[in-house]
Every structure is written in structure tokens, then in C-alpha cells.
């Protein structure tokens, strides 16, 4: 069997806290504080030869032996008078946890557990001093590492965003809207001008010794009605009830998320956790590939969506897992059945399908993840048939020099019924430099709905597409990308008179207003 060429790619901080006033309040959100009484200092053996200090070094010269003996006993490191009442240090000593050097240089070193930082927000710089370092919804680490769903995504991953405290809440908003003109050739090929995005919004707050989340994502995919756009070798979902989508992507639904979370602390690095959504993402695949750093500044949807990521709009899951520091181990009951051509509504179905994912983060750049799902009654258009499906990815993001910033994707997933196991495998990859963004993939699935004619054979085929990106910055939180791609399509003969040749293409160009 002949794999196409995958390439996988070669390719916050914690700003530092300003010394603080004496009469600064230290009421964080979330965090408690317990008081330490300060103790007074041990007297100096030898007070002749106090220690410098900078305001010894930046003092005139003594004028006489009297002044300087007199400015000796004023040193700071003198035998403190009981009679006096002890220094305040800057409003610096009564905090728990602070080392002497730490008191000394004025800068607090203020050692917190997870439950404390809750909603900690820390200026991270990469986005302007908008993006904030927190706690993730669903267990005790970085809120980087959280993607769509329940999903894992590395530590360093971009987590761009508009964020505002209010309160115990942290708020968060991101977008990015998409026109774009698109170019399919061959006999199958058409050409459109549509819009496609997503809009979402979060808001979190600490309960107990955890958080509670609410997430909301929207799209305008629906306007685009129920032919979507053209997309060469893409199947797999109906838009109008009857007709097979077939080289070309479905448009998503208006309410691709409507979320909830709870999460509680059971150690210092490990966690319980309940999500559930009406839609939301069930415990199956990476995340959804309008998340993954390696290709979200495409505009093109990948032809494997339907082998690793199609459940990212489930109208109707709940998960539980647990979290042991690296490690989360979850499951899902949720609604299988893809959305239906009604693509502005909220449906309900029977939770009646399962999976199970298990995550491992073995270090901050890499994310790894298995998963098994029973699909009951997926297609509204195979009704009565059920599915398995397995699927497994590497994803992976790094500075790999000063400036630039690399990601990348390797997925594998597995559909089988009919007695069919058919699989469809992705690479993706991102480069980043300043205003600019390259991004590429590769894709290779055995697929058995590229033709009207249900003979039970499946075709291999595969694609490449390679673009970039250029963004300018437009307002403090808004940005305009003009950005283009080129897509290469590899058919097998027995497809090549359907398409024209075994080597159709395809091409889009398209302008991006992104908030962030």
C-alpha cells in the first residue's frame, strides 16, 4: 500500500512582578493568604562593618569621624530597639512564603497551588499584555494546554484571545472571519466566493478548589447553503436531507458549541472533571482542526475530517475523566449522529453512542492521544448502520530559534463497518515569523463515497496544499490578513476520468479579520 510523502514539521512567559508599595492590597481573586508574623532580625556580631546597602552607596561622603560613627549606628542592620516598633519592610514581610532575598529586593515570590491561581492572570507579552497564564477549566495546569472539546493541545501552543477580569471571572473572547474565493479544476471542480469562521467566547470563574467554565462558539458556515463550498476528494455528510456531499465540505452548524465544566482538585497536580454540551465534542480524536496551531490559518477544511475530527459538533455529550498530572483519562456518552440539514437549530437525540481517550503530555512542546469510539447510527443517510472508530495523534509546537515559531500534526484514525476498515492519515505543519504564517498539508484516506455507485470499493487518494498568510495590525485587538493557497490532488486511475486526469488542483485566495 503507497503512503504518500508526509512531512511532519521542523517547526508564557511569566512576566515579572513590580515591587510593591507598602499600603498595596494583596486581595488576589482566588487566592487566600495566610498571614506569617515576621520575626525580628538576629543582632550583627561585629556592628562596626555593617552590610552595604544602596542607600549607603548612594550617600555623600561623612564629613567627620562623628558623622560617620553617627551614620553607622543608623545603619539598618543595627541591634533593633525592642522599645521601637518594628519595620513595616516595605509592606513585604508579613508575606507568607517570601524568602529574605525576595523581602530584600522588594520582589514577592509568592509560591501558590493550583486551586490558588485559579484566575491568577499574568502578563504573558507575546499578544501585546493580552494574553493571561491561568489555570485550565478542567484541571491543575496551564490553560494553554486546553483546545477544543476536552481535548489536549501542547503547552506552547498559541492561545490568543481578548481577556478581562471581572470579579472571580475571567472572560476571554477570539474570532476570526474568513472571505474567500475558491478554485476547483476538473470535471468536478467549481468555483465560489464564501464565508466561513468561528466566534467564541468563554467565561470561568473558581468553585471550590476548581473551576467552572462556560464556552460558546458560532459560525457563519450556514451561509454558504446546503452545497457548502467545493473541496476536490472531500465526503462524508448531506446538507439538504437527501444528496451526498460529494468534492465538496458541508458548511458547519450556527452553534458549533454551547458548553459547561466542573472541575475539583483531588491532589497538587490532579483533578475530576464533567463537561457536557448541546453541541460539544465527545472524548474521540485530536482537536478540531479549525484549533490546531499547525493549520488553523487555512481557510481549507482537511479531506480526513471525517476520519479524525467530525464529532467536534455533537448535538448533545457529557465526559468525565481525571486528570494525573500529565496523564487524563476520560469518557464520553453522547448523541453519534451527524447534524442535520437544518443548520441554524439546536437537536437532541439519545445519548446512545460511547468513547474513551487517553491523553499524555510528556513535556510542554508535545501532546499525544489515543482514542476508541462505537458510533451508533452516524449517517442520516445509512440509517440502522453503526460505526468503530479509532484514532491517534502527535501534535507539537516549539520556538525553534529566536522568532520563529513552529507546529506541527500527525494524525491517524480508522472507520469501520460493513466490515470495512478503512483509515485516512494527516500531517500538517506551521511556521511563524513576525506578520507572517506558512502553513501545509498532507493527506492520504480510503474512501468508499466518492461515487454515486455503492460497489463497496474504496479509493485511495491523497492531496497537498501549501499557503501562507500575511496579517496587519489594524486596532489594539483586531488584525487583517490577505493570505492564498495551492492544493495538489492525487486520484487513482479508475477515478481519473471522473476527474479529468489524476492530478486535478485546486486554489483559494482570501482576506482574514481576526480578533485577538
Known amino acids: 500500500m503507497k503512503i504518500l510523502p508526509l512531512l511532519f514539521c521542523s517547526t508564557v512567559a511569566f512576566g515579572a512582578a513590580p515591587a510593591l508599595a507598602q499600603s498595596m492590597p494583596m486581595n488576589i481573586p482566588g487566592m487566600k493568604m495566610p498571614v506569617h508574623h515576621a520575626t525580628a532580625k538576629k543582632p550583627v556580631k561585629n556592628p562596626a562593618r555593617p552590610?552595604?546597602?544602596?542607600?549607603?552607596?548612594?550617600?555623600?561622603?561623612?564629613?567627620?569621624?562623628?558623622?560617620?560613627?553617627?551614620?553607622?549606628?543608623?545603619?539598618?542592620?543595627?541591634?533593633?530597639?525592642?522599645?521601637?516598633?518594628?519595620?513595616a519592610n516595605d509592606g513585604m514581610a508579613d508575606m507568607p512564603g517570601m524568602s529574605m532575598?525576595?523581602?530584600?529586593?522588594?520582589?514577592?515570590?509568592?509560591?501558590?497551588?493550583?486551586?490558588?491561581?485559579?484566575?491568577?492572570?499574568?502578563?504573558?507579552?507575546?499578544?501585546?499584555?493580552?494574553?493571561?497564564?491561568?489555570?485550565?477549566?478542567?484541571?491543575?495546569?496551564p490553560m494553554q494546554r486546553e483546545s477544543s472539546g476536552t481535548a489536549w493541545q501542547p503547552d506552547t501552543w498559541d492561545h490568543a484571545g481578548l481577556h478581562v477580569m471581572n470579579g472571580d471571572w475571567t472572560l476571554m473572547?477570539?474570532?476570526?472571519?474568513?472571505?474567500?474565493?475558491?478554485?476547483?479544476?476538473?470535471?468536478?471542480?467549481?468555483?465560489?466566493?464564501?464565508?466561513?469562521?468561528?466566534?467564541?467566547?468563554?467565561?470561568?470563574?473558581?468553585?471550590?478548589?476548581?473551576?467552572?467554565?462556560?464556552?460558546?462558539?458560532?459560525?457563519?458556515?450556514?451561509?454558504?447553503?446546503?452545497?457548502?463550498?467545493?473541496?476536490?476528494?472531500?465526503?462524508?455528510?448531506?446538507?439538504?436531507?437527501?444528496?451526498r456531499l460529494i468534492d465538496r465540505q458541508h458548511p458547519h452548524d450556527l452553534f458549533m458549541e454551547l458548553s459547561?465544566?466542573?472541575?475539583?482538585?483531588?491532589?497538587?497536580?490532579?483533578?475530576?472533571?464533567?463537561?457536557?454540551?448541546?453541541?460539544?465534542?465527545?472524548?474521540?480524536?485530536?482537536?478540531?482542526?479549525?484549533?490546531?496551531?499547525?493549520?488553523?490559518?487555512?481557510?481549507?477544511?482537511?479531506?480526513?475530517?471525517?476520519?479524525?475530527?467530525s464529532t467536534h459538533i455533537t448535538f448533545g455529550v457529557v465526559t468525565g475523566g481525571i486528570v494525573l498530572d500529565r496523564v487524563?483519562?476520560?469518557?464520553?456518552?453522547?448523541?453519534?449522529?451527524?447534524?442535520?440539514?437544518?443548520?441554524?437549530?439546536?437537536?437532541?437525540?439519545?445519548?446512545?453512542?460511547?468513547?474513551?481517550?487517553?491523553?499524555?503530555?510528556?513535556?510542554?512542546?508535545?501532546?499525544?492521544?489515543?482514542?476508541?469510539?462505537?458510533?451508533?447510527?452516524?449517517?442520516?443517510?445509512?440509517?440502522?448502520?453503526?460505526?468503530?472508530?479509532?484514532?491517534?495523534?502527535?501534535?507539537?509546537?516549539?520556538?525553534?530559534v529566536p522568532g520563529w515559531k513552529a507546529a506541527g500534526t500527525l494524525a491517524w484514525g480508522r472507520k469501520s463497518s460493513h466490515g470495512h476498515n478503512d483509515d485516512g492519515i494527516a500531517a500538517e505543519a506551521s511556521l511563524k515569523h513576525s506578520a507572517w504564517t506558512l502553513f501545509s498539508r498532507a493527506e492520504w484516506t480510503e474512501n468508499r463515497e466518492l461515487t454515486d455507485v455503492d460497489d463497496g470499493s474504496a479509493y485511495r487518494v491523497g492531496k497537498v496544499s501549501l499557503g501562507a498568510i500575511r496579517d496587519f495590525r489594524?486596532?489594539?485587538?483586531?488584525?487583517?490578513?490577505?493570505?492564498?493557497?495551492?492544493?495538489?490532488?492525487f486520484v487513482p486511475r479508475g477515478l481519473a476520468p471522473a476527474y479529468g486526469g489524476q492530478r486535478p488542483t485546486g486554489a483559494m485566495v482570501f482576506m482574514r479579520l481576526k480578533l485577538d
Open 328 to 400: 487524563k483519562l476520560e469518557a464520553s456518552r453522547f448523541n453519534a449522529r451527524e447534524p442535520d440539514q437544518h443548520r441554524w437549530n439546536i437537536e437532541t437525540g439519545p445519548l446512545d453512542s460511547t468513547s474513551v481517550r487517553l491523553s499524555w503530555n510528556p513535556t510542554r512542546t508535545l501532546s499525544l492521544q489515543g482514542s476508541w469510539g462505537h458510533f451508533v447510527d452516524p449517517e442520516q443517510l445509512e440509517p440502522g448502520v453503526n460505526q468503530k472508530r479509532w484514532s491517534a495523534s502527535a501534535l507539537w509546537a516549539d520556538e525553534i
Open 260 to 309: 459547561a465544566s466542573v472541575s475539583q482538585n483531588i491532589g497538587p497536580k490532579s483533578s475530576l472533571f464533567l463537561y457536557g454540551g448541546l453541541p460539544g465534542e465527545p472524548a474521540f480524536g485530536p482537536p478540531a482542526f479549525m484549533h490546531r496551531e499547525s493549520i488553523m490559518d487555512s481557510p481549507e477544511a482537511p479531506i480526513t475530517h471525517h476520519w479524525l475530527d
Open 173 to 243: 473572547a477570539h474570532g476570526a472571519l474568513n472571505l474567500v474565493y475558491d478554485h476547483q479544476s476538473g470535471r468536478r471542480g467549481d468555483d465560489k466566493v464564501f464565508a466561513s469562521g468561528i466566534l467564541m467566547g468563554m467565561a470561568q470563574r473558581p468553585l471550590g478548589n476548581g473551576v467552572v467554565q462556560f464556552k460558546a462558539m458560532l459560525s457563519p458556515d450556514p451561509l454558504m447553503g446546503p452545497k457548502g463550498y467545493p473541496l476536490l476528494l472531500a465526503s462524508g455528510e448531506t446538507a439538504n436531507g437527501t444528496d
Open 51 to 87: 552590610a552595604k546597602s544602596s542607600l549607603a552607596r548612594h550617600a555623600p561622603p561623612s564629613k567627620s569621624k562623628a558623622a560617620a560613627t553617627a551614620g553607622k549606628k543608623a545603619s539598618p542592620m543595627a541591634t533593633p530597639d525592642p522599645a521601637q516598633p518594628k519595620p
Open 474 to 489: 489594524i486596532a489594539e485587538h483586531f488584525s487583517l490578513g490577505a493570505g492564498g493557497l495551492l492544493a495538489l490532488s
Open 101 to 141: 532575598r525576595a523581602q530584600r529586593s522588594g520582589t514577592p515570590e509568592m509560591p501558590m497551588d493550583h486551586s490558588q491561581m485559579a484566575q491568577m492572570a499574568m502578563p504573558a507579552g507575546e499578544h501585546g499584555g493580552h494574553d493571561m497564564t491561568m489555570r485550565g477549566a478542567l484541571g491543575p495546569y
